[in-house]
């Protein structure tokens, strides 16, 4: 997913939205682009183990990777966001506009020295996929839960066909960190969490993807951007239109580029004058690694460390924007779970508990931030770091999850948080979708209540709520 969107939308990778995706990120993230947390769990839940592209689970699923079975349609109803512009009659109005908006945009692609002539070759005959308005908004019923996030996406045969990519092509990955200092294990891991090794890529056409999204629905402005930045990859020659095939939201290759990430990140690697992110291995490794270098990654060092948090922590300290040191962390009690020291480090760290108290801490550091910047979920993030852990031959997390726990289902998730609201805890729009503004108020009424205030949304915690 290499996302990005403004990087504050949807998901830059090809990843739709799970439930998991949901959870983990901010209350209204996607990736950067047009995927993001919201595009990439897709794939995962299409039939495969996983993958990193397209269907959110709890959503209708869009056409079968490799295209298989033809795409669903159109719903014909109004879109849960609620927004003006994916209202049905919105939507049907600007679809009867599509072709004029398509050539509206001509003015637009000439000023980024795309020629007239191939405007037409790669516009022509293109018509909506007005399937996308219901990927765009879909509404998961049920989130997936860290744990089985993490399961899915981190197993034995993924491990077992990452550690055959990393052999096949090890002459490349050692280039790139020669050039990039960017971990291989990490670039492995994300292509094998975005597209499953290249076998789940996404079947849709991003030029019309783009164009769709470009004209109708609720991020235009966005999407346009995208859709001439493919236009402009075609024209250069970097790719050619079967190639720019991927998830709805217009992410494709194996590591799940948006079309402006791409023109941000791509590079040729193998000096044959095309940027071949699909397929071309040297070019993917590489564009991928020049991705997190620009990032922020720090050559060398690690993303983050599983912790054991004592009881009676006080969890307001798990925040984002309450970074400190190993050391200070350490001060406060807490302990590597595998007992090892933490290295010495001057760098700063924050506390995820993403399971509450019950279950593992880990301390995130510069790395984990900078995959974040690929898709901005919290899951994701730290699927990426253990994942890229086990191919290095780490061990599993030492410490277990509390499994006995169920996730809140949309209805219960609202519930919740208008309860927090009523309350004087939550001050956004209750909407289903947890995100940093929840656990905070989460954190408020478990502090008031003088229970662990781990801003973990479980049963209990709602059923307490409900007697106050």
Same mark, same amino acid.
């Given at each position: ?247 709805? %939201? &217009? #992410?494709? *290759? +194996?590591?799940?580029? /948006?079309?402006?990430? @791409? ?91 993403? %399971? &509450? #108290?019950? *279950? +593992?801490?880990?301390? /995130?550091?510069?790395? @984990? ?100």
């Amino acid at each position: 997913m290499t996302q990005r969107t403004g990087r504050s939308a949807l998901p830059r990778t090809g990843a739709v939205v799970l439930a998991a995706a949901l959870f983990w990120c901010g209350e209204a993230h996607a990736q950067s682009t047009g995927g993001g947390p919201l595009d990439f769990l897709g794939n995962i839940f299409s039939g495969s183990s996983s993958n990193g592209g397209q269907t959110p689970a709890g959503s209708p699923a869009p056409a079968a990777p490799g295209g298989g079975g033809a795409p669903l349609p159109w719903s014909g109803e109004d879109g849960a966001s609620g927004h003006p512009l994916m209202t049905a009659s919105a939507i049907r109005e600007a679809a009867a506009n599509f072709d004029n908006c398509v050539a509206a945009m001509w003015p637009d692609a000439a000023r980024r020295n795309i020629s007239q002539a191939s405007f037409q070759r790669f516009t022509a005959g293109l018509a909506p996929d007005l399937r996308l308005m219901d990927l765009m908004d879909s509404q998961p019923e049920f989130t997936k839960s860290i744990w089985d996030y993490l399961d899915i996406l981190v197993n034995d045969n993924r491990l077992a066909k990452g550690r055959e990519i990393l052999a096949k092509y090890k002459p490349q990955f050692d280039a790139t960190e020669t050039a990039y200092g960017v971990d291989r294990y990490v670039i492995a891991a994300i292509w094998g969490i975005e597209s499953n090794y290249s076998t789940q890529m996404g079947d849709r056409s991003v030029v019309q993807s783009t164009a769709t999204l470009a004209c109708i629905g609720r991020r235009q402005k966005y999407f346009k951007d995208e859709f001439l930045s493919a236009l402009e990859i075609l024209h250069r020659g970097d790719l050619r239109p079967e190639q720019m095939r991927g998830s709805w %939201a &217009g #992410a494709f *290759g +194996p590591t799940q580029f /948006m079309p402006t990430a @791409f023109k941000r990140y791509a590079v040729d690697a193998d000096g044959d004058g095309r940027r071949d992110v699909v397929d071309d291995p040297a070019d993917l490794i590489a564009s991928t690694a020049n991705n997190l270098k620009k990032d922020g990654w720090q050559t060398g060092q690690t993303w983050g460390y599983e912790v054991v948090v004592p009881k009676g922590f006080n969890y307001m300290l798990a925040d984002r924007a309450k970074a400190m040191t190993t050391a200070q962390w350490e001060h406060l009690g807490l302990k590597r779970a595998n007992g090892q020291p933490f290295p010495p480090s001057a760098e700063k760290a924050y506390l995820l508990a993403p %399971a &509450g #108290a019950e *279950g +593992p801490g880990f301390l /995130m550091l510069q790395n @984990f931030r900078v995959i974040m910047k690929y898709n901005p979920a919290e899951a994701y993030a730290l699927a990426i770091g253990h994942f890229a852990d086990r191919l290095r031959g780490g061990p599993p997390f030492v410490q277990p999850w509390p499994r006995q726990e169920r996730e809140l289902s949309r209805a219960e998730r609202l519930e919740l948080q208008q309860l927090l609201a009523q309350r004087g805890f939550y001050r956004g729009t209750p909407d289903g979708q947890f995100g940093g503004e929840t656990r905070e108020a989460l954190r408020g009424f478990q502090a008031s209540i003088g229970a662990p205030a781990d801003g973990f949304a479980s049963s209990e915690t709602l059923e307490r709520l409900r007697g106050h």
